[in-house]
């Protein structure tokens, strides 16, 4: 199996229909930000009905750039994990196995080497709360980003209560 089935396989297995995306491209011509907009807007479209009347959120790539700060490897896999397997919204609730998105996670990020670059929305360790700066138009929103090796990941989730 090359990188690119590998990364087929394992993003989606991160996600779930109820409130987590991921998504994979080949890096080319792609800029991060672009990639995590265009999440964004899926997940937006699919959430329509949950959102607050009136709610407002970034639409611009400067509006994305601007909410994404650099992280570390083992940061962006520690909160990848968490994306996967724990709710914002309400904490303590788990979405799915944590040693397969914690194989999964790991898989994913091994793709993309280890020069790659990770970026993410939110503020802080998960353990102490989160804060972030949004990237979607929910109430809740968590992202975090890569590219390395030709390719460009994200893992998103939202939500509303």
């Given at each position: 199996m090359d990188d690119a089935d590998l990364l087929e396989v394992l993003?989606?297995?991160l996600a779930s229909g109820a409130s987590v995306y991921s998504r994979w491209c080949w890096s080319s011509g792609v800029d991060l930000a672009h990639h995590?907009?265009?999440l964004a807007k899926t997940a937006e479209a699919d959430w329509a009905h949950e959102a607050v009347a009136g709610a407002t959120g970034p639409t611009t790539l400067k509006e994305i750039e601007a909410a994404l700060r650099p992280v570390t490897r083992d940061t962006a896999a520690e909160?990848?994990?968490n994306l996967s397997t724990d709710s914002l919204v309400f904490p303590g609730?788990?979405?799915?196995d944590l040693a397969h998105a914690r194989r999964a996670v790991t898989k994913a990020i091994s793709v993309l080497g280890p020069?790659?670059?990770w970026f993410t929305n939110i503020?802080?360790?998960w353990e102490?709360?989160?804060?972030?700066?949004p990237v979607t138009r929910h109430t809740f929103d968590g992202v975090v980003a890569g590219r390395g090796a030709g390719f460009v990941i994200a893992l998103?989730?939202?939500g509303e209560d």
């Amino acid at each position: 199996m090359d990188d690119a089935d590998l990364l087929e396989v394992l993003l989606p297995s991160l996600a779930s229909g109820a409130s987590v995306y991921s998504r994979w491209c080949w890096s080319s011509g792609v800029d991060l930000a672009h990639h995590v907009h265009e999440l964004a807007k899926t997940a937006e479209a699919d959430w329509a009905h949950e959102a607050v009347a009136g709610a407002t959120g970034p639409t611009t790539l400067k509006e994305i750039e601007a909410a994404l700060r650099p992280v570390t490897r083992d940061t962006a896999a520690e909160l990848m994990v968490n994306l996967s397997t724990d709710s914002l919204v309400f904490p303590g609730h788990p979405r799915r196995d944590l040693a397969h998105a914690r194989r999964a996670v790991t898989k994913a990020i091994s793709v993309l080497g280890p020069e790659s670059e990770w970026f993410t929305n939110i503020d802080g360790c998960w353990e102490n709360g989160r804060a972030w700066n949004p990237v979607t138009r929910h109430t809740f929103d968590g992202v975090v980003a890569g590219r390395g090796a030709g390719f460009v990941i994200a893992l998103l989730q939202v939500g509303e209560d």
